[in-house]
T-cell receptor, first 114, second 113 residues
Framework: KAGVTQTPRYLIKTRGQQVTLSCSPISGHRSVSWYQQTPGQGLQFLFEYFSETQRNKGNFPGRFSGRQFSNSRSEMNVSTLELGDSALYLC?????????????FGPGTRLTVL | GQNIDQPTEMTATEGAIVQINCTYQTSGFNGLFWYQQHAGEAPTFLSYNVLDGLEEKGRFSSFLSRSKGYSYLLLKELQMKDSASYLCAVPRQEAGNNRKLIWGLGTSLAVNP
């Protein structure tokens, strides 16, 4: 079974630009969660999508948004990029989602904002 | 609120045993996760404890005490490949049934020969 894939793996943007990251979950998994990981803050939850609906949400500003397609693939968009958005963005898929099930993480997208 | 505390770094010797602690404060409890993350790689699931006690899984065991808000990950017969960051995470439920995982900053374990 193929694992979670994320594209692109690396991205360099400048302040004010926007970016779209993509995540393909494990086949059959309907839940996709997005996380931001930085050395100072660790892993922080952005949002979870399940069957094309946002089910849970973290405490990030509205510049961070996402969506999920009927094939469970998910995209995350960050608009008006700021220097502080530089981070590793991880997505994780889960069969049933929620907060009491094992999650399978993708390799992440390393975003650098200049 | 919900805070999670883990030691930042630990060092151990190949073949030894190491215990990585995690303390948490939460208004409600619904399990505790441990994940392993090698440098430059994605986190991978190690364990999920819901009930008090020790759960053993090969060289790795995880312990939970809900009354003390305390968990530990025990790694036996350490191998060089166990050098990684170990993350504990606890679910949190907010208003409107919004749920998310709160993560510790991770414990970076270095295994020396």
């Amino acid at each position: 079974k193929a694992g979670v894939t994320q594209t692109p793996r690396y991205l360099i943007k400048t302040r004010g630009q926007q970016v779209t990251l993509s995540c393909s979950p494990i086949s059959g998994h309907r839940s996709v969660s997005w996380y931001q990981q930085t050395p100072g803050q660790g892993l922080q939850f952005l949002f979870e999508y399940f069957s094309e609906t946002q089910r849970n949400k973290g405490n990030f500003p509205g510049r961070f948004s996402g969506r999920q397609f009927s094939n469970s693939r998910s995209e995350m968009n960050v608009s008006t990029l700021e220097l502080g958005d530089s981070a590793l963005y991880l997505c994780a898929s889960s069969l049933r989602g929620g907060t009491n099930n094992e999650q399978f993480f993708g390799p992440g997208t390393r975003l650098t904002v200049l | 609120g919900q805070n999670i505390d883990q030691p930042t770094e630990m060092t151990a010797t190949e073949g030894a045993i190491v215990q990585i602690n995690c303390t948490y404060q939460t208004s409600g409890f619904n399990g505790l996760f441990w994940y392993q993350q090698h440098a430059g790689e994605a986190p991978t699931f190690l364990s999920y404890n819901v009930l008090d006690g020790l759960e053993e899984k090969g060289r790795f065991s995880s312990f939970l005490s809900r009354s003390k808000g305390y968990s530990y990950l025990l790694l036996k017969e350490l191998q060089m490949k166990d050098s990684a960051s170990y993350l504990c995470a606890v679910p949190r439920q907010e208003a409107g049934n919004n749920r998310k995982l709160i993560w510790g900053l991770g414990t970076s374990l270095a295994v020396n020969p």
